[in-house]
C-alpha cells in the first residue's frame, strides 16, 4: 500500500477562529502520524458554523482498478465535557455530506469517516470522481461545529484520502491530501 499526501490550498470560508496566523489551513498543518494540538482552529460557545478548506485535485495515476473508500480524518477537543457536537463535511458536486456526530470531551480525539460509496450516486467511487472531473466529483472538505455556551471546540487537523486497488499487482493504495506542504509517498502493504 502506498501512502502519498498534498496540501490543501485555501480556506473556502472563515467561520472558526485560527490559533495562531491568518488562515484555518494554515494551523491544521500536522502530519496524521505526529499531531501538534498547540494550533489548532476552534469555535466559541452558542454558536453553530460549517468550516470549510479547499484541498487539492487527486492525481492517482493510470494503475487504479477500483477505488475501495473516501476517508475524512480531524481531530478535536472540546473544553467542557457533552457541551458540543462537531462532524466532518465532505463536500460532492457542491452538495455537502455529513459524516457522522461526533461529541468530544477534554482530551484529543480522532474522528474519522469513510465514505466508500460516492454519497450523491450511491454508486462506487471513479477514478473521475476522486480526480475532480466532471459530475459528482469531490469539491472540498470542512468541519461542523456546534457549541454551547461557556465552550469551545477545537480542531487541530484534517486530511483527505483515497484508498484504491492497482490493476497489474492488486497492491492496495492509499492517497492522502492534507494541510502539509510536502508530499510523501511511502509502501506500506
Not at 463535511?89 to 461526533?102: F, I, M, P, Q, S
Request: with cysteine; hydrophobic share 35%.
Amino acid at each position: 500500500m502506498f501512502k502519498s499526501c498534498s496540501s490543501p490550498n485555501s480556506d473556502i470560508n472563515t467561520k472558526f477562529t485560527p490559533s495562531e496566523g491568518t488562515t484555518i489551513f494554515g494551523v491544521l498543518n500536522d502530519p496524521p502520524c505526529d499531531p501538534d494540538d498547540t494550533t489548532y482552529a476552534f469555535l466559541d460557545g452558542a454558536s453553530a458554523q460549517n468550516q470549510d478548506i479547499g484541498y487539492p485535485t487527486f492525481s492517482l495515476g493510470t494503475e487504479v482498478e477500483e477505488i475501495l473508500y473516501v476517508g475524512l480524518f480531524s481531530r478535536f477537543f472540546c473544553t467542557v465535557q457533552n457541551s458540543t457536537l462537531s462532524r466532518n463535511l465532505l463536500y460532492v458536486d457542491g452538495v455537502r455530506n455529513n459524516g457522522r456526530n461526533w461529541n468530544p470531551g477534554p482530551a484529543w480525539f480522532w474522528a474519522p469517516d469513510y465514505f466508500p460509496l460516492n454519497p450523491n450516486t450511491g454508486l462506487p467511487w471513479t477514478q473521475d470522481q476522486v480526480e475532480g472531473v466532471g459530475a459528482d466529483a469531490i469539491d472540498y472538505a470542512g468541519c461542523r461545529g456546534i457549541v454551547e455556551a461557556g465552550s469551545q471546540l477545537r480542531w487541530s487537523i484534517q486530511y483527505l484520502c483515497v484508498v484504491h486497488r492497482e490493476n497489474e499487482t492488486g497492491r492496495i493504495i492509499k492517497t492522502i491530501a492534507q494541510p502539509i506542504k510536502t508530499s510523501i509517498v511511502t509502501d506500506i502493504s
